[in-house]
Nanobody, 123 residues
Framework: VQLQASGGGLVQAGGSLRLSCAAS????????MGWFRKAPGKVRVFVAGITRSGGSSEYEDSVQGRFTISRDNAKNTLYLQMNTLEPEDTAVYYCAAAYTQQPMGALYAYQIWGQGTLVTVSS
């Protein structure tokens, strides 16, 4: 059972990045998926979540309209398209899988976690 996040890096403010999360060892389509992030000196927080089918998603207020979560169940892969990045988006980003779909924003709802990928946004 594994989630492998990738796609992080250094980008200037206003730029874009696309994170990917490859799932293996479990039935990906049976799980809701989420992205969380942990900024330096802060706790891990919810960024975005998506239902098993991909038909519904939720976002943290500060990323609404800038980030888009999506999934490809045929490829067992979760994505996070991040546009108009801000220095405040600098964090380690984690993907996670939840067998129950609610509450989507709660860390305790997720059973499987990836290792994280670092996103650094320079001003």
């Amino acid at each position: 059972v594994q989630l492998q996040a990738s796609g992080g890096g250094l980008v200037q403010a206003g730029g874009s990045l696309r994170l990917s999360c490859a799932a293996s060892g479990f039935t990906f389509s049976d799980y809701a998926m989420g992205w969380f992030r942990k900024a330096p000196g802060k706790v891990r927080v919810f960024v975005a979540g998506i239902t098993r089918s991909g038909g519904s998603s939720e976002y943290e207020d500060s990323v609404q309209g800038r980030f888009t979560i999506s999934r490809d169940n045929a490829k067992n892969t979760l994505y996070l398209q991040m546009n108009t990045l801000e220095p405040e988006d600098t964090a380690v980003y984690y993907c996670a899988a939840a067998y129950t779909q609610q509450p989507m924003g709660a860390l305790y709802a997720y059973q499987i976690w990836g290792q994280g990928t670092l996103v650094t946004v320079s001003s």
